[in-house]
């Protein structure tokens, strides 16, 4: 089994969705008292966040490149950002690390492509769903993105940041994000990506009618196999 290197904390709330579901899949796979080897680094949080408002990515590519180094000398064999928006900066980490980064973009792209879905709805930070990461991921193998109209950007991304990243589920902001996915399906979207880690804690696929692509859920257990395939 490789040793997965996680780079958590943004925010430990989605980081703890890792960690359980990573050793859940390997659980299943061999059975008995089989769990994960894996090592994480569990960030403070806010100075990333302020440098986000700040749109300091030099600031945060620092931190994150020297968490990297870190998780390489405690044995890391491959990478795992336990986050959407840091994927931004995968070359940027795979640089330092010199570790190979499992990518949470091409994991729900593969994931899509099996459910023959051309186009999707995108929910996550303002920067997942202005940036292009997704868009080239996914426009690689076919799958063309819709994001939300600014206003609905806004309201996705405060709910976030706002209360999601802080332990906080309301119903209130459950209907505003089915609100705006039934606005991204009327649109064309066949699926919606829930592209922060922290959505699918409020969001499930019973909230809503077209198919939901779990990004923590995948991701987990996409590193899960990578961990024990061979070579």
């Known amino acids: 089994m490789k040793r997965i290197g996680l780079l958590g904390g943004m925010s430990w709330e989605s980081s703890l969705e890792y960690y359980r579901l990573l050793n859940e899949a390997v659980k299943e796979r061999l059975g008995g008292l089989h ?45 795992v950002i336990c986050t959407n928006t840091m994927h931004l900066l995968v070359r940027e980490i795979e640089e330092a ?21 051309k186009t999707v ?15 080239d991921a996914f426009g690689r193998r076919g799958i063309e ?29 459950r209907e505003i994000y089915k609100s705006i996915i039934s606005k991204l399906q009327s649109e064309g979207a066949g699926g919606v990506v829930l592209g922060c880690t ?8 019973s909230d809503v009618e077209i198919p939901v692509f779990d990004t923590t859920a995948i991701h987990a257990a996409a590193a899960a196999q990578f961990a024990l395939a061979d070579g």
Do not use: H
Request: net charge neutral.
């Open 198 to 205: 922290e959505i699918p804690l409020l969001i499930k696929q």
């Open 35 to 79: 769990s994960a080897d894996c090592v994480m680094v569990s960030i403070n949080f806010q100075p990333v966040a302020d440098m986000m408002k700040l749109n300091d990515w030099k600031g945060i590519s620092r931190v994150l490149e020297g968490v990297s180094r870190d998780l390489k000398r405690a044995g890391a064999d491959f990478l």
């Open 145 to 173: 993105v819709i994001v939300p109209q600014e206003r609905d950007r806004e309201s996705v991304d405060g709910i976030i940041f706002q209360e999601l990243c802080r332990g906080v589920f309301t119903k209130e902001s």
């Open 121 to 135: 709805g995108l929910l996550g930070t303002r920067f997942t769903m202005e940036r292009g990461y997704y868009r």
């Open 97 to 117: 690390s010199g570790l190979k980064v499992l990518q949470i973009g091409e994991a729900v792209a593969e994931r899509i492509n099996a459910a023959d879905l």
